[in-house]
């Protein structure tokens, strides 16, 4: 709920506005990251991606979490080396409801 006019990027929220962020939209913002969709664990994202949240509610495990991730891919990739999709990408179905994205099977093969 905005206590006061604020402009946030070329809109104006108005005092007493309520705000709902779609955190669906979180990191597919084209001015921000180069190719969105693309799965690029390269990519430079430094602080602007959102996925641990924003100011004083900021994940306080995330540090944890990327270590754990880190740890679980690594593992999985060391033991299982021919782990590839068993479906062409195409006839894969995606979460796209409002609240979590992701994919609702995974096919691999080895
Ligand atoms: C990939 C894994 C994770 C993601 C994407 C994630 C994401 C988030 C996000 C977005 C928030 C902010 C929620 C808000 O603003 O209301 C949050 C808060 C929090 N997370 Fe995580 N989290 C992850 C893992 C973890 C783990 C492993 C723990 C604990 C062991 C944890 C503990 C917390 C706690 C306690 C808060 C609340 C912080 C506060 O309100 O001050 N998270 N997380």
Redesign the pocket.
């Known amino acids: 709920m905005a206590t006061a006019d604020i402009e946030v990027g070329d809109m104006v929220v108005k005092e007493g506005d309520a705000v709902v962020v779609s955190t669906a939209a979180a990191n597919w913002d084209e001015s921000v990251f180069a190719h969105p969709e693309k799965l690029d664990f390269d990519r430079d994202a430094g602080h602007q991606q959102p996925?641990?949240?924003h100011g004083?509610?900021?994940?306080?495990?995330?540090n944890?979490?990327r270590v754990?991730?880190e740890i679980v891919f690594n593992t999985l990739f060391a033991r299982v080396p021919g782990l590839r999709l068993a479906a062409p990408v195409e006839e894969l179905s995606f979460k796209d409801g409002a609240l979590l994205y992701g994919i609702h099977s995974l096919p691999v093969t080895w």
């Open positions: 996925a641990f949240g004083i509610h900021r994940c306080i495990a995330q944890l979490a754990e991730l």
